[in-house]
Each structure stands twice: as C-alpha cells, then as structure tokens.
C-alpha cells in the first residue's frame, strides 16, 4: 500500500490475466459518481481531476481541452467541482484549475 499524489491510499494489484493496476481507495460523494451500462463510475470530471498528477502537463492539458470539447463538462462544472472542501488538497484539482486558467 502506498499514498498517491492526491492523498488517497493506493495499491498496486496484479490481475489474473497478468495486468497491474493500480487501485485507488477514496471516499466519492454520489455527485462524482455516473452508471455507464450498468455499472458505477467515476464521472469525467472526477476522473480528470483523478489521473492529473499521472500524465505530464501536455497530455493532461490535451485531455482537458478534449473534455471540453467533447462537453462531458463545463469549465462552469469544473470551477463549482475544484471549489468544493474535498478537493482543496487534492493536487489533481488545482493542475486542472491551472491548465482551465491557461485555456
């Protein structure tokens, strides 16, 4: 077990076809939460603030510019989001605010 770079604890877990991954354990409030063919996922939005401190600066300011464009959320959404108590330490929050602020 370990701590990402969000503050969530984190483990690296081997799959029974070989893949590592790594699996993250946080507390999510429904609101992040969406159903895609049944089963529960993070949102966009979430899951961008999640996987931000894993991709380098380009990639991750790539990824958000093709969110937007795709509308899977809104710079509005975003904002309300990386503004809420939970995420005021959370790094992957303010790289998006940072690279919304660059747009």
Sequence with gaps: ???DENGCLAERVTMP???DVIVHYDD????????VDGMRVTTPLRTVIDIATQLDPADFA???RDC???RLFTVEAAMHRIRQPDMANRRGA???LAAIEQR
Excluded: A, K, Q
């Excluded at 999510?28 to 159903?35: H, L, N």
């Design 1 to 3: 077990m370990f701590v």
């Design 28 to 35: 999510i409030p429904e609101s992040d939460i969406s159903v």
């Design 68 to 70: 937007l464009d795709r």
């Design 62 to 64: 790539r990824v958000v």
């Design 17 to 19: 076809d070989g893949m």
């Design 94 to 96: 303010r790289m998006l």
